[in-house]
């Protein structure tokens, strides 16, 4: 899978969040260029990448809701339930074998981000002001 890329398409609009979801889009993809080789995917570099990314994801999404909510969000709850399920898929790698997290969850998880950011966070892009 080729790497996320940023582009201002993505931004909703609030310096915070989108530096937020800067880093996300980061440490996915340097999970990614480690995808190439299994030995070095499983390092303790890609351990502490793979435990920074549950932090930084768990942290944005509770970030984003409180702001949702704050605004009044119409489609929070339909939000809510796309975070909780990534973070579901996520949270799964904890008992998963090396080899399936570096070649299968690594690349759902990045093609659930970035259709997450460019769709759901763009349509709620009103809502995610400060």
Request: aromatic share 6%; with cysteine; glycine share 2%.
């Amino acid at each position: 899978m080729k790497p996320i890329e940023w582009h201002d398409d993505l931004s909703v609009g609030n310096d915070h969040m989108d530096n937020q979801r800067k880093v996300i889009i980061h440490l996915m993809n340097m999970l990614l260029r480690q995808q190439g080789s299994l030995a070095s995917a499983l390092s303790h570099e890609f351990s502490v990448l793979l435990a920074r990314l549950r932090i930084v994801v768990a942290k944005h999404f509770m970030e984003e809701e409180i702001l949702l909510e704050q605004n009044d969000c119409p489609c929070l709850e339909e939000h809510a339930v796309d975070h909780a399920y990534i973070v579901f898929k996520l949270s799964e790698t904890d008992a998963m074998a090396e080899e399936k997290i570096v070649h299968q969850r690594i690349p759902l998880l990045c093609g659930m981000l970035a259709t997450h950011f460019a769709t759901q966070d763009i349509e709620c892009r009103d809502y995610l002001t400060a």
